[in-house]
């Protein structure tokens, strides 16, 4: 079937087209209205993160809570579940595969010995490789309405290192053709799975082989990930654009944080991946390296640089937070302010409004809050989902010091922090609108709605 024609028929509204550097790229069919879903593309394989275990449904990842009680199986009692249904499912699909190895696997020296995302990995690497008939003839073809067939089309990209996670297999199951299957298999989906989240929250691995194919990475994207959780059912990905995104536009997706240094970035990029990224942000970042460490915290030097940040990033915060609309605010930031892209300044200008918005003083919570916004608007495209989420906490911080201690802001009335703490809502609300539910029930829109209720009784 022609690649495109099997697309279209999956209901993505994008394409492939050639890329001059890449393999291919995907552009948009038609123009793509901020907010819209580009792709949903099913799971081949998920994982839960060792952490998450017996907190959530190993089959459709729901959570634990008093009306959504979990059992455990009852060959390994290691794996759990919401209803029969997810056990039913997750035995055909591939537990059974594992089920009477598991324990003694977790429990080895060779899986003790792996990092907490390489733990998931090899357990990703177990079902895949349990049936090895299930890849016979996807290897000669290409049939984008076949999971199998898309991951097998995947570029191969090994470990600089040569690892290969152990495998949670019988003894008589681990043959030299399952090894060599298992190198093949890692080699694709070991730089190209996803790390699945809940209201930005890491839960998870999952293998999405049709999103691996179409979307190229880029630090300045159009597009971003979210997953929805649905009882009994697979978790889902969504591709959903971050603003209007023209008709045979690329469409783009972040592979890592675009707000990590660029240093970090680049060689994150050529270990994983094998490629330097050319996005405006590392282009525009390569141009100005080195950049020189901002003034100490706490001096006068550096909370002029913030005010400055702020005013350039936010505009008038006295009258109403300015919310961009077009990417590529970094380009405009005058050289004084370079330093903010020093790979010591958010680690401590986030630790920082992390202990005091959970602390207090709430009022330097809300400076360095608002200080931290300027600087996610400038490094990220407009409605990137972490924008509003910390937009999000700077209104509930702003909330806090309303209720405890509005006087504590000078210069401020509380009738001025209830129209600060709105405009920091309505931000959040635009952003996370934009993103839509996803994840867990409740979580952010939830707690925008409720807050929204208190300020109107203010």
């Not at 709430?362 to 996610?376: P, Q, R, S």
Request: negative net charge; hydrophobic residues 35%.
């Amino acid at each position: 079937m022609n690649a495109d024609l099997s697309l279209t028929s999956r209901g993505l509204k994008a394409r492939l087209s050639p890329h001059p550097a890449a393999r291919d790229l995907a552009a948009a069919r038609e123009k793509l209205p901020s907010g819209s879903a580009i792709a949903h593309v099913p799971a081949l394989s998920t994982c839960l993160l060792p952490s998450e275990k017996a907190k959530r449904c190993d089959w459709c990842h729901r959570l634990q809570s008093e009306s959504v009680p979990l059992r455990r199986c009852s060959g390994c009692a290691s794996f759990w579940y919401c209803e029969t249904t997810c056990q039913n499912r997750d035995w055909k699909a591939r537990h059974k595969k594992i089920c009477k190895q598991y324990n003694a696997f977790v429990v080895s020296t060779q899986y003790q010995a792996l990092t907490a995302h390489d733990q998931v990995d090899a357990l990703l690497l177990s079902h895949l490789v349990a049936e090895p008939a299930a890849w016979v003839h996807r290897q000669s073809r290409q049939n984008f309405d076949d999971p199998l067939s898309v991951f097998w089309d995947l570029l191969k990209v090994p470990r600089s290192d040569g690892f290969v996670p152990p495998l949670c297999l019988s003894k008589s199951a681990q043959t030299e053709a399952t090894q060599k299957l298992a190198e093949e298999l890692y080699a694709r989906f070991g730089n190209n799975n996803f790390v699945l989240h809940s209201h930005l929250n890491s839960y998870g691995h999952g293998i999405f082989p049709l999103a691996s194919r179409l979307f190229n990475h880029s630090c300045v994207p159009n597009g971003a990930c979210k997953y929805i959780i649905r009882p009994t059912e697979p978790v889902t990905m969504e591709v959903i654009a971050l603003y209007e995104i023209a008709e045979g536009e690329e469409i783009t997706i972040p592979y890592l944080d675009p707000a990590l240094p660029y240093r970090t970035r680049e060689e994150a990029l050529r270990a994983n991946y094998e490629f330097r990224c050319d996005c405006r942000l590392c282009a525009f970042q390569r141009k100005i390296e080195p950049v020189h460490a901002p003034p100490s915290r706490g001096t006068p030097e550096l909370k002029e640089a913030e005010a400055t940040l702020r005013s350039f990033s936010l505009g008038d915060i006295s009258q109403e937070v300015r919310i961009p609309t077009a990417p590529g605010l970094f380009e405009r930031l005058p050289e004084e302010l370079y330093p903010i892209f020093h790979e010591s300044y958010l680690p401590s200008l986030s630790e920082q409004f992390s202990k005091a918005s959970h602390e207090g003083p709430y009022a330097d919570a809300v400076e360095t809050g608002l200080t931290l916004l300027a600087f996610y608007v400038v490094v990220y495209p407009p409605n990137y989902p972490q924008i509003g989420m910390h937009a999000l906490e700077l209104a509930k911080t702003l909330w806090n010091l309303i209720c405890t201690d509005p006087d504590a802001l000078t210069g401020a009335t509380e009738q001025q922090l209830v129209k600060h703490t709105k405009s920091a809502l309505d931000f959040a609300a635009s952003v996370l609108q934009n993103y839509g539910p996803e994840g867990d029930d409740g979580g952010p829109l939830e707690e925008i709605r409720v807050l929204t209720e208190l300020l109107s009784r203010q």
